[in-house]
């Protein structure tokens, strides 16, 4: 099957679309909804810190003290979300 008509028959089954807000089905989309935008934006939160940790490793020559700070924050919060704990992982 070729991708046009992958996608023709994906339209006609009306998969990946959110049903209309009509009736009492549609504090269900609005959960769906609120649900895709909280995931987007983690997903944006994260992006940014790690363009900001990025640029803060990159830097030549020595950080402030707050850039310091900045940097092992975003490292020990980054570490978190991967599951690993950093006061574990420097004790070993």
């Not at 046009?4 to 959110?18: D, L, M, S």
């Not at 990159?58 to 707050?66: F, H, I, R, T």
């Amino acid at each position: 099957m070729g991708v046009k008509a992958a996608k023709a028959k994906e339209k006609k089954r009306g998969q990946g679309k959110i049903e209309e807000a009509k009736g009492p089905g549609s504090l269900k989309v609005l959960s769906q909804v609120w649900e895709i935008r909280d995931k987007d934006n983690a997903a944006q939160e994260m992006l940014s810190n790690q363009k900001i940790l990025e640029g803060l490793l990159a830097k030549p020559g020595v950080l402030s003290e707050m850039e310091v700070h900045l940097k092992n924050t975003l490292m020990s919060d980054m570490l978190k979300r991967l599951g690993k704990n950093p006061v574990e992982e420097g004790q070993g």
